[in-house]
């Protein structure tokens, strides 16, 4: 549901996002939001699918739960996970803006431990938050998929190093077939079929 409100509500974010992130120093500030090239190959990844439920781990001020929510139908849900209750508020108030805070879940605290008590199943998983315990809400988090699923983490390319681990890890999935696709910051793409 890509309606002219929820293009006008993240086209603000997008420009905001970029220039708050040019003259902030601390990094905690900074939005980090998702590259628009990202955002729409993800969007079309989760329209192919028809995905259900959706999990974000990092929500940030919701730039892409805005895009995830606006990729489900309207019965669909995103779940997403923010440690910073500050970003969670502007988040909160972004997806009412764009219409689309019916759609989404918001959850505060750790992505790990929120992740460990998450029911499944879920169509998608989009990993856009600390790269260095991605593994571990990975594992957590493999057996609460579908059997059609897709798991996509953004900073791949521009975070090599810090990625790596979770990489490793997405590719000794079994049933599982990777790809990495150099748009914005590189987005890699897993996925299984039934």
């Not at 989760?46 to 929500?59: C, N, S, Y």
């Not at 440690?83 to 689309?100: D, F, I, P, S, V």
């Not at 957590?140 to 699923?149: G, I, Q």
Request: glycine fraction near 6%; avoid cysteine; hydrophobic fraction near 45%.
């Amino acid at each position: 549901m890509m309606t002219p409100r929820v293009r006008a509500v993240l086209e603000e974010l997008e420009a905001w996002g970029q220039e708050n992130d040019r003259v902030q120093t601390d990094r905690s500030r900074k939005m980090l939001n998702l590259e628009r090239e990202s955002a729409e190959l993800v969007r079309a990844l989760i329209v192919g699918r028809k995905a259900r439920r959706v999990l974000e781990i990092g929500t940030s001020n919701g730039y892409s739960t805005i895009w995830l929510a606006a990729s489900i139908a309207s019965r669909a849900r995103v779940f997403s996970i923010e440690r910073n209750a500050e970003k969670q508020k502007m988040a909160k108030e972004n997806l009412e803006r764009a219409g689309l805070l019916d759609r989404t879940e918001l959850l505060l605290g750790d992505a790990t431990e929120i992740s460990a008590r998450l029911e499944g199943p879920f169509d998608v998983i989009f990993f856009d938050a600390d790269r260095f315990s991605a593994p571990a809400q990975l594992s957590l988090l493999v057996p609460k998929l579908a059997p059609e699923a897709l798991i996509l983490a953004d900073n791949v390319l521009s975070h090599p190093d810090e990625i790596a681990g979770y990489l490793a890890a997405i590719r000794g999935l079994p049933d599982f077939e990777h790809t990495i696709v150099p748009v914005g910051k590189g987005l890699s793409v897993a996925y299984r079929t039934a």
